[in-house]
Structures are given as structure tokens and as C-alpha cells.
Nanobody, 120 residues
Framework: QVQLVESGGGLVQAGGSLRLSCAAS????????MGWFRQAPGMDRDFVAA????????VYADSVKGRFAISRDNAKNTVYLQMNSLKPEDTAVYYC?????????????WGQGTQVTVSS
């Protein structure tokens, strides 16, 4: 079992930055791929970014490429999402997820989410 707890969300003006963190406990973190997803009101949950177990591979949704960066610190059991040049359309609940497999869709473990609101 893996427990995930996100933090770092909040209210920011357009053009600003936030860094989300996701702390993991339980199963060995360094063996897991990690992902970030987001869900805006009335919308489906969408893939944002993923990172493999070592941090050597990353992938991003086109909508955030060049603005967001995913990283991990296996010594701290934490994955991060650095979000720069934020836009109002980035407003959503952001979820951290973990799985054995590095992928863009199927994740077994999920956090409770953290709200990000970008004002125009």
C-alpha cells in the first residue's frame, strides 16, 4: 500500500509560479513511477506529467510543456511539480499518483488532491 499526500497548492496570479509536493509512504518509493494529474470543475481528470522511478525519464502534456517540470527526490520520498508561467486555465485540483509502471493513464495509488487557482 502507498499513501500519497499533496501540498503546495493555493491562489496565484497569472504569470506566477507554484511548486507542488507529494510525499509518499508505504511501499518503496524509489521503485515507483509517479504522475501528476489535474481536474477542473466539470471536466475529466487529465494527465499533466510523469516521471519514472529514477527520474531519468519524464513526459508532459502538451498544454504544460515548457512551463511545468516534474522531479523527484528518492531520499525524501517526494515528487515535485514546479509550475511556472501559470495561466487561468491551469486552475484545477492537482492529484499525485503512483504506480509500478511508467505511463500516462493507469495509476494504482492516488492522493487526495490540492487546489490550484490562477487568477487573471
Amino acid at each position: 500500500q502507498v499513501q500519497l499526500v499533496e501540498s503546495g497548492g493555493g491562489l496565484v496570479q497569472a504569470g506566477g509560479s507554484l511548486r507542488l509536493s507529494c510525499a509518499a509512504s508505504g511501499r518503496t518509493f524509489s521503485t515507483l513511477a509517479m504522475g501528476w494529474f489535474r481536474q477542473a470543475p466539470g471536466m475529466d481528470r487529465d494527465f499533466v506529467a510523469a516521471i519514472n522511478w529514477s527520474g531519468g525519464r519524464t513526459v508532459y502534456a502538451d498544454s504544460v510543456k515548457g512551463r511545468f517540470a516534474i522531479s523527484r527526490d528518492n531520499a525524501k520520498n517526494t515528487v515535485y511539480l514546479q509550475m511556472n508561467s501559470l495561466k487561468p486555465e491551469d486552475t484545477a485540483v492537482y492529484y499525485c499518483a503512483a504506480d509500478r509502471n511508467y505511463n500516462l493513464k493507469e495509476y494504482r495509488y492516488w492522493g487526495q488532491g490540492t487546489q490550484v487557482t490562477v487568477s487573471s
